[in-house]
Protein backbone atom coordinates (compact mmCIF):
# COMPACT_ATOMS: atom_id res chain seq x y z
CA UNK A 1 0.00 0.00 0.00
CA UNK A 2 1.39 3.41 -0.96
CA UNK A 3 0.33 6.07 1.43
CA UNK A 4 0.24 9.75 -0.02
CA UNK A 5 0.54 12.92 2.07
CA UNK A 6 -1.29 15.73 0.65
CA UNK A 7 -0.52 19.49 1.06
CA UNK A 8 -3.26 22.36 0.05
CA UNK A 9 -6.70 21.43 -0.60
CA UNK A 10 -7.51 24.17 -2.61
CA UNK A 11 -8.85 24.10 -6.06
CA UNK A 12 -6.30 21.61 -7.45
CA UNK A 13 -6.27 19.64 -3.99
CA UNK A 14 -9.88 19.07 -4.33
CA UNK A 15 -10.06 18.17 -7.71
CA UNK A 16 -6.60 15.62 -7.04
CA UNK A 17 -8.67 13.98 -4.34
CA UNK A 18 -11.74 13.48 -6.64
CA UNK A 19 -9.75 12.41 -9.80
CA UNK A 20 -8.42 9.58 -6.72
CA UNK A 21 -11.58 8.72 -5.57
CA UNK A 22 -13.48 8.31 -9.08
CA UNK A 23 -10.63 6.61 -11.52
CA UNK A 24 -9.01 4.45 -8.46
CA UNK A 25 -10.03 1.26 -9.92
CA UNK A 26 -8.43 2.48 -13.29
CA UNK A 27 -5.30 3.53 -11.98
CA UNK A 28 -4.97 0.72 -9.91
CA UNK A 29 -5.54 -1.69 -12.69
CA UNK A 30 -2.33 0.34 -14.75
CA UNK A 31 -0.06 0.40 -12.34
CA UNK A 32 -1.00 -3.09 -9.85
CA UNK A 33 -0.28 -0.96 -6.61
CA UNK A 34 -3.04 -0.29 -3.73
CA UNK A 35 -2.18 3.29 -3.19
CA UNK A 36 -4.90 5.87 -0.71
CA UNK A 37 -4.57 9.17 0.84
CA UNK A 38 -3.61 9.10 4.27
CA UNK A 39 -3.07 12.75 5.73
CA UNK A 40 -3.77 16.18 4.25
CA UNK A 41 -2.61 19.03 5.54
CA UNK A 42 -4.36 22.76 5.11
CA UNK A 43 -4.41 26.23 6.73
CA UNK A 44 -8.01 25.93 6.82
CA UNK A 45 -8.59 21.81 6.49
CA UNK A 46 -11.15 22.31 9.87
CA UNK A 47 -13.62 24.08 7.12
CA UNK A 48 -13.43 21.90 4.44
CA UNK A 49 -14.50 18.00 3.49
CA UNK A 50 -12.69 15.63 3.49
CA UNK A 51 -12.92 11.90 4.00
CA UNK A 52 -13.38 10.05 7.61
CA UNK A 53 -9.85 8.21 9.12
CA UNK A 54 -7.67 10.80 7.02
CA UNK A 55 -5.42 12.49 9.59
CA UNK A 56 -5.11 16.33 9.11
CA UNK A 57 -3.09 18.77 10.08
CA UNK A 58 -2.74 22.66 9.54
CA UNK A 59 0.77 22.22 9.17
CA UNK A 60 2.32 21.21 6.18
CA UNK A 61 5.50 20.20 7.50
CA UNK A 62 4.81 18.35 9.97
CA UNK A 63 3.77 15.18 6.86
CA UNK A 64 7.27 15.15 6.48
CA UNK A 65 7.94 13.40 9.84
CA UNK A 66 5.22 10.91 9.32
CA UNK A 67 6.78 7.80 8.84
CA UNK A 68 4.66 5.85 6.98
CA UNK A 69 4.28 8.22 4.16
CA UNK A 70 5.65 7.35 0.88
CA UNK A 71 4.40 10.36 -1.11
CA UNK A 72 4.15 14.10 -0.12
CA UNK A 73 1.51 15.83 -3.20
CA UNK A 74 2.40 19.17 -2.91
CA UNK A 75 -0.64 22.07 -4.01
CA UNK A 76 -0.04 24.89 -1.50
CA UNK A 77 1.44 27.36 -4.15
CA UNK A 78 3.63 29.11 -1.40
CA UNK A 79 7.35 29.07 -2.95
CA UNK A 80 9.19 29.31 0.80
CA UNK A 81 6.84 26.85 2.27
CA UNK A 82 6.98 24.78 -0.53
CA UNK A 83 10.58 24.83 -0.92
CA UNK A 84 11.28 23.68 2.74
CA UNK A 85 8.87 20.97 2.70
CA UNK A 86 10.32 19.40 -0.61
CA UNK A 87 13.59 19.46 0.58
CA UNK A 88 12.96 18.42 3.89
CA UNK A 89 10.72 15.27 2.21
CA UNK A 90 13.29 14.33 0.07
CA UNK A 91 15.79 14.11 2.69
CA UNK A 92 13.36 11.83 4.80
CA UNK A 93 13.60 9.70 1.82
CA UNK A 94 9.97 10.64 0.73
CA UNK A 95 8.86 10.54 -2.73
CA UNK A 96 7.60 14.21 -3.71
CA UNK A 97 5.43 15.58 -6.34
CA UNK A 98 4.62 19.50 -6.96
CA UNK A 99 2.51 21.79 -9.45
CA UNK A 100 4.22 24.88 -8.42
CA UNK A 101 6.15 25.85 -11.57
CA UNK A 102 7.59 28.98 -9.32
CA UNK A 103 9.24 26.76 -7.32
CA UNK A 104 10.95 24.51 -9.52
CA UNK A 105 11.51 27.57 -12.09
CA UNK A 106 13.53 29.14 -8.62
CA UNK A 107 14.92 26.32 -7.02
CA UNK A 108 14.64 23.57 -9.67
CA UNK A 109 18.11 22.77 -10.06
CA UNK A 110 19.07 22.15 -6.20
CA UNK A 111 16.11 20.00 -5.51
CA UNK A 112 16.88 17.81 -8.66
CA UNK A 113 20.33 17.34 -7.37
CA UNK A 114 19.00 16.30 -3.39
CA UNK A 115 16.13 13.76 -5.37
CA UNK A 116 19.08 12.63 -7.01
CA UNK A 117 21.56 12.16 -3.98
CA UNK A 118 18.77 10.52 -2.09
CA UNK A 119 17.24 8.75 -4.94
CA UNK A 120 13.92 9.69 -4.46
CA UNK A 121 11.15 10.48 -6.99
CA UNK A 122 10.72 14.36 -7.91
CA UNK A 123 7.59 14.91 -10.25
CA UNK A 124 6.60 18.22 -11.68
CA UNK A 125 4.36 17.75 -14.89
CA UNK A 126 1.54 19.97 -13.77
CA UNK A 127 3.75 22.79 -13.34
CA UNK A 128 3.86 23.18 -17.31
CA UNK A 129 0.52 23.66 -19.29
CA UNK A 130 -1.83 21.35 -17.68
CA UNK A 131 -2.99 18.15 -18.80
CA UNK A 132 -0.22 18.34 -21.61
CA UNK A 133 2.58 15.99 -21.03
CA UNK A 134 5.22 18.48 -22.06
CA UNK A 135 7.80 16.86 -19.66
CA UNK A 136 6.94 13.22 -19.92
CA UNK A 137 7.76 14.14 -24.02
CA UNK A 138 11.08 15.74 -23.62
CA UNK A 139 12.49 12.75 -20.62
CA UNK A 140 10.89 9.71 -22.50
CA UNK A 141 9.87 10.31 -26.03
CA UNK A 142 12.26 13.01 -27.81
CA UNK A 143 15.77 11.40 -25.48
CA UNK A 144 16.88 10.37 -29.06
CA UNK A 145 16.46 14.08 -30.03
CA UNK A 146 18.33 16.68 -30.09
CA UNK A 147 16.33 20.01 -29.42
CA UNK A 148 16.39 22.77 -30.91
CA UNK A 149 13.36 24.90 -29.92
CA UNK A 150 10.36 24.95 -27.79
CA UNK A 151 7.53 27.44 -28.77
CA UNK A 152 4.15 27.67 -27.06
CA UNK A 153 0.96 29.17 -25.90
CA UNK A 154 1.49 27.79 -21.97
CA UNK A 155 -0.71 30.33 -20.02
CA UNK A 156 -4.07 29.36 -19.85
CA UNK A 157 -5.21 32.60 -18.46
CA UNK A 158 -3.92 35.04 -20.90
CA UNK A 159 -4.75 32.94 -23.84
CA UNK A 160 -8.79 33.25 -22.83
CA UNK A 161 -8.58 36.70 -22.13
CA UNK A 162 -6.92 37.45 -25.62
CA UNK A 163 -9.31 35.06 -27.35
CA UNK A 164 -12.29 36.41 -25.79
CA UNK A 165 -11.15 40.06 -26.62
CA UNK A 166 -10.69 39.26 -30.28
CA UNK A 167 -13.92 36.96 -30.34
CA UNK A 168 -16.36 39.47 -28.13
CA UNK A 169 -14.90 43.22 -28.43
CA UNK A 170 -14.39 43.53 -25.09
CA UNK A 171 -11.79 45.25 -23.40
CA UNK A 172 -9.19 43.03 -21.18
CA UNK A 173 -10.98 43.75 -17.87
CA UNK A 174 -13.95 42.58 -18.92
CA UNK A 175 -12.19 39.36 -20.31
CA UNK A 176 -10.12 39.16 -17.33
CA UNK A 177 -13.18 39.02 -14.82
CA UNK A 178 -14.74 36.37 -17.05
CA UNK A 179 -11.75 34.23 -16.72
CA UNK A 180 -12.01 34.53 -12.70
CA UNK A 181 -15.59 34.01 -12.76
CA UNK A 182 -14.77 30.44 -14.82
CA UNK A 183 -11.96 29.64 -12.71
CA UNK A 184 -9.20 30.23 -15.05
CA UNK A 185 -7.71 33.31 -13.35
CA UNK A 186 -6.93 33.93 -9.44
CA UNK A 187 -8.20 36.53 -7.33
CA UNK A 188 -4.57 38.01 -7.96
CA UNK A 189 -3.70 37.48 -11.93
CA UNK A 190 -0.94 39.61 -11.86
CA UNK A 191 1.55 36.63 -12.39
CA UNK A 192 -0.65 35.82 -15.52
CA UNK A 193 -1.36 38.98 -16.85
CA UNK A 194 2.55 40.42 -16.43
CA UNK A 195 4.15 37.36 -18.02
CA UNK A 196 5.55 35.88 -14.80
CA UNK A 197 3.65 33.01 -14.75
CA UNK A 198 4.25 31.60 -18.57
CA UNK A 199 8.37 33.13 -17.44
CA UNK A 200 7.99 29.96 -14.42
CA UNK A 201 7.09 27.40 -17.67
CA UNK A 202 9.53 28.53 -20.48
CA UNK A 203 12.14 28.63 -17.80
CA UNK A 204 11.79 25.48 -16.47
CA UNK A 205 11.40 23.75 -20.80
CA UNK A 206 14.57 25.35 -21.32
CA UNK A 207 16.45 23.74 -18.35
CA UNK A 208 14.92 20.24 -19.17
CA UNK A 209 15.74 20.65 -23.00
CA UNK A 210 18.70 22.27 -22.79
CA UNK A 211 20.35 20.84 -19.55
CA UNK A 212 20.81 24.07 -18.00
CA UNK A 213 20.15 25.73 -14.99
CA UNK A 214 16.92 26.83 -14.72
CA UNK A 215 17.27 30.81 -16.55
CA UNK A 216 14.78 32.53 -14.72
CA UNK A 217 16.52 35.44 -13.87
CA UNK A 218 17.77 35.41 -17.50
CA UNK A 219 14.13 34.88 -19.37
CA UNK A 220 13.10 38.49 -21.03
CA UNK A 221 9.65 38.86 -19.83
CA UNK A 222 6.81 41.28 -21.51
CA UNK A 223 2.61 40.80 -20.46
CA UNK A 224 -0.12 41.52 -21.70
CA UNK A 225 -1.39 44.42 -19.83
CA UNK A 226 -0.46 47.10 -22.35
CA UNK A 227 -2.66 45.13 -25.51
CA UNK A 228 -5.70 46.97 -26.36
CA UNK A 229 -8.94 46.56 -28.51
CA UNK A 230 -7.43 49.05 -30.88
CA UNK A 231 -4.32 46.44 -31.34
CA UNK A 232 -6.98 43.68 -31.59
CA UNK A 233 -8.76 45.25 -34.49
CA UNK A 234 -5.81 46.65 -36.50
CA UNK A 235 -3.65 43.48 -36.55
CA UNK A 236 -7.14 41.97 -37.70
CA UNK A 237 -7.21 43.93 -40.58
CA UNK A 238 -3.50 43.02 -41.36
CA UNK A 239 -4.38 38.98 -41.60
CA UNK A 240 -3.16 38.42 -37.73
CA UNK A 241 -4.20 37.77 -33.99
CA UNK A 242 -2.63 38.54 -30.72
CA UNK A 243 -0.98 35.54 -28.74
CA UNK A 244 1.18 35.63 -25.89
CA UNK A 245 3.73 32.97 -25.98
CA UNK A 246 7.09 31.64 -24.83
CA UNK A 247 9.74 30.32 -26.48
CA UNK A 248 13.29 29.05 -25.95
CA UNK A 249 15.76 27.97 -28.41
CA UNK A 250 19.49 27.13 -28.76
CA UNK A 251 22.02 28.47 -31.69
CA UNK A 252 25.29 27.28 -31.56
CA UNK A 253 26.76 27.73 -27.25
CA UNK A 254 23.73 30.31 -27.20
CA UNK A 255 20.66 29.59 -25.84
CA UNK A 256 17.84 32.44 -25.63
CA UNK A 257 14.42 32.49 -23.49
CA UNK A 258 11.34 35.32 -23.54
CA UNK A 259 7.80 35.33 -22.81
CA UNK A 260 6.29 37.67 -25.10
CA UNK A 261 3.28 38.89 -27.26
CA UNK A 262 3.25 38.28 -30.71
CA UNK A 263 1.15 38.49 -33.93
CA UNK A 264 0.41 35.14 -35.28
CA UNK A 265 -0.96 35.02 -39.19
CA UNK A 266 -4.22 33.44 -39.31
CA UNK A 267 -2.70 30.62 -41.24
CA UNK A 268 -0.47 29.76 -38.17
CA UNK A 269 -1.39 26.61 -36.24
CA UNK A 270 -1.28 28.65 -32.65
CA UNK A 271 -4.34 31.08 -34.47
CA UNK A 272 -6.33 28.34 -34.01
CA UNK A 273 -5.77 27.94 -30.37
CA UNK A 274 -8.64 29.80 -28.68
CA UNK A 275 -10.30 30.07 -24.80
CA UNK A 276 -8.01 28.22 -21.79
CA UNK A 277 -6.07 25.92 -23.99
CA UNK A 278 -2.39 25.77 -24.39
CA UNK A 279 -0.63 24.72 -27.43
CA UNK A 280 3.22 23.49 -27.35
CA UNK A 281 5.78 22.89 -30.67
CA UNK A 282 8.82 21.02 -30.07
CA UNK A 283 11.31 21.22 -32.95
CA UNK A 284 14.37 18.63 -33.02
CA UNK A 285 17.07 18.29 -35.48
CA UNK A 286 15.15 14.40 -36.88
CA UNK A 287 11.52 14.31 -35.79
CA UNK A 288 11.44 18.26 -37.72
CA UNK A 289 8.29 19.46 -35.08
CA UNK A 290 5.64 17.75 -33.11
CA UNK A 291 2.97 19.84 -31.37
CA UNK A 292 0.88 19.05 -28.65
CA UNK A 293 -2.18 20.49 -27.61
CA UNK A 294 -4.74 20.50 -24.50
CA UNK A 295 -6.64 22.35 -21.77
CA UNK A 296 -3.90 24.66 -20.19
CA UNK A 297 -5.83 25.94 -16.66
CA UNK A 298 -8.45 24.87 -14.37
CA UNK A 299 -8.64 22.19 -11.15
CA UNK A 300 -9.46 19.20 -13.12
CA UNK A 301 -6.48 19.81 -15.82
CA UNK A 302 -3.81 20.50 -13.27
CA UNK A 303 -4.74 17.25 -11.05
CA UNK A 304 -4.72 15.64 -14.16
CA UNK A 305 -1.01 16.09 -14.74
CA UNK A 306 -0.51 15.03 -10.77
CA UNK A 307 -2.20 11.95 -11.16
CA UNK A 308 0.59 11.30 -14.31
CA UNK A 309 3.25 12.11 -11.37
CA UNK A 310 1.45 9.90 -8.70
CA UNK A 311 1.77 7.01 -11.20
CA UNK A 312 5.29 7.44 -11.87
CA UNK A 313 6.35 7.74 -8.38
CA UNK A 314 4.32 4.45 -7.99
CA UNK A 315 6.39 3.04 -10.60
CA UNK A 316 9.57 4.18 -9.51
CA UNK A 317 8.78 2.59 -5.90
CA UNK A 318 8.20 -0.46 -7.33
CA UNK A 319 10.87 -0.87 -10.06
CA UNK A 320 13.08 1.83 -9.03
CA UNK A 321 13.44 3.03 -12.88
CA UNK A 322 11.82 6.58 -13.92
CA UNK A 323 12.87 8.83 -17.41
CA UNK A 324 12.20 11.59 -14.66
CA UNK A 325 14.93 10.74 -12.62
CA UNK A 326 17.41 10.35 -15.87
CA UNK A 327 16.09 13.19 -16.91
CA UNK A 328 16.36 15.57 -13.86
CA UNK A 329 20.25 14.53 -13.53
CA UNK A 330 20.76 16.57 -16.32
CA UNK A 331 19.81 19.61 -15.47
CA UNK A 332 22.73 21.95 -15.14
CA UNK A 333 25.31 20.04 -16.63
CA UNK A 334 25.67 22.11 -19.37
CA UNK A 335 26.40 26.00 -18.94
CA UNK A 336 25.20 28.02 -22.49
CA UNK A 337 25.25 31.57 -22.72
CA UNK A 338 21.94 33.14 -22.36
CA UNK A 339 21.33 35.24 -25.01
CA UNK A 340 20.51 38.74 -24.56
CA UNK A 341 17.05 39.80 -26.50
CA UNK A 342 18.84 42.98 -27.77
CA UNK A 343 20.62 40.29 -30.42
CA UNK A 344 17.09 38.73 -31.66
CA UNK A 345 15.40 39.60 -34.86
CA UNK A 346 12.06 40.10 -35.84
CA UNK A 347 9.12 41.53 -37.82
CA UNK A 348 7.63 44.20 -35.58
CA UNK A 349 4.19 45.87 -35.33
CA UNK A 350 4.79 49.27 -34.16
CA UNK A 351 1.07 51.05 -32.94
CA UNK A 352 2.08 54.78 -32.87
CA UNK A 353 -0.25 57.80 -32.16
CA UNK A 354 0.41 61.55 -33.67
CA UNK A 355 -0.94 64.82 -34.58
CA UNK A 356 -2.94 64.80 -37.93
CA UNK A 357 -0.56 67.28 -39.77
CA UNK A 358 1.18 67.41 -43.25
CA UNK A 359 4.20 65.38 -43.42
CA UNK A 360 3.56 63.73 -40.03
CA UNK A 361 3.82 59.89 -41.95
CA UNK A 362 6.96 61.16 -44.10
CA UNK A 363 9.05 61.98 -40.87
CA UNK A 364 7.74 58.58 -39.16
CA UNK A 365 9.17 56.71 -42.12
CA UNK A 366 12.44 58.74 -42.98
CA UNK A 367 13.29 58.06 -38.87
CA UNK A 368 12.75 54.46 -40.16
CA UNK A 369 14.76 54.54 -42.86
CA UNK A 370 17.50 56.32 -41.14
CA UNK A 371 17.80 53.25 -39.06
CA UNK A 372 17.22 51.11 -42.78
CA UNK A 373 14.18 49.15 -41.24
CA UNK A 374 11.89 48.47 -44.31
CA UNK A 375 8.27 48.67 -43.91
CA UNK A 376 6.40 45.87 -45.09
CA UNK A 377 2.80 47.25 -44.09
CA UNK A 378 1.73 50.89 -43.11
CA UNK A 379 -2.09 51.61 -42.30
CA UNK A 380 -3.57 54.88 -41.02
CA UNK A 381 -6.84 55.00 -39.37
CA UNK A 382 -9.51 57.83 -38.19
CA UNK A 383 -9.02 59.42 -35.13
CA UNK A 384 -11.77 58.46 -32.50
CA UNK A 385 -12.81 61.82 -32.43
CA UNK A 386 -12.33 65.51 -33.60
CA UNK A 387 -9.32 66.39 -31.17
CA UNK A 388 -8.16 62.58 -31.16
CA UNK A 389 -4.29 61.84 -32.43
CA UNK A 390 -4.37 59.32 -35.44
CA UNK A 391 -3.24 55.61 -35.18
CA UNK A 392 -0.78 54.89 -37.59
CA UNK A 393 0.18 51.16 -37.79
CA UNK A 394 3.56 49.80 -39.05
CA UNK A 395 4.77 46.45 -39.62
CA UNK A 396 8.45 46.43 -40.52
CA UNK A 397 10.36 43.74 -42.24
CA UNK A 398 12.87 41.81 -39.60
CA UNK A 399 14.76 43.95 -37.59
CA UNK A 400 17.26 43.63 -34.29
CA UNK A 401 15.56 43.95 -31.13
CA UNK A 402 18.13 46.60 -30.34
CA UNK A 403 17.71 48.60 -33.13
CA UNK A 404 13.83 48.81 -32.94
CA UNK A 405 14.40 50.22 -29.42
CA UNK A 406 16.69 52.85 -31.21
CA UNK A 407 14.31 54.34 -33.45
CA UNK A 408 10.84 53.76 -31.28
CA UNK A 409 12.91 56.43 -29.25
CA UNK A 410 13.09 58.53 -31.96
CA UNK A 411 10.08 58.76 -32.79
CA UNK A 412 8.38 59.21 -29.66
CA UNK A 413 10.63 62.16 -29.27
CA UNK A 414 8.91 63.91 -32.64
CA UNK A 415 7.24 66.35 -32.25
CA UNK A 416 3.90 65.50 -33.11
CA UNK A 417 3.77 62.27 -31.83
CA UNK A 418 1.54 62.19 -28.61
CA UNK A 419 2.32 58.77 -26.89
CA UNK A 420 4.33 55.76 -26.41
CA UNK A 421 5.06 53.83 -29.23
CA UNK A 422 3.54 50.44 -28.46
CA UNK A 423 5.28 47.16 -30.39
CA UNK A 424 5.06 43.61 -30.43
CA UNK A 425 6.87 40.85 -32.24
CA UNK A 426 5.48 39.42 -35.23
CA UNK A 427 5.62 35.30 -34.72
CA UNK A 428 8.11 33.54 -37.57
CA UNK A 429 5.91 31.25 -39.46
CA UNK A 430 8.37 28.62 -39.59
Known sequence: MIKIGLCGLGTVGKSFVEHIDESYNLIKNKIGTDFEITAIADRSIRKKKYKDGIKITEDAMSLVNIKDIDVIVELIGNVDLSYELLK?????????????KALIAKHGGELFSLASKHNTFIGFEASVAGAIPII???SANFTNEKITSIAGIINGTSNFILHKMSSSNCDLQFALTEAQKLGYAEADPSFDINGTDAAHKISILAALAFGIKPPL???????????????????????????????TEISG???????????????????????????????????????????????????????????????FI????????????????????IGSIENT?????????????????????????????????????EP???????PIVIITNNVRHMLIKKVIKDIEQMENIKDKVYSIRILDND
Open 345 to 381: ESQYYLRISADDVPGVMAEITNKLAEKEISIEAVTQH
Open 136 to 138: HAI
Open 217 to 247: EQTDIEGIESITNMDISYTKELGYIIKHVGV
Open 253 to 315: EVVNVSVHPVLVANNNIFSQVPNEMNAIVVKGDRFGQTMLYGHGAGGNATASAVISDLVSAIN
Open 384 to 390: TDANSPI
Open 88 to 100: QSIKNQKHVITAN
Open 318 to 337: NYSKSSYTQMVETVGKKSYD
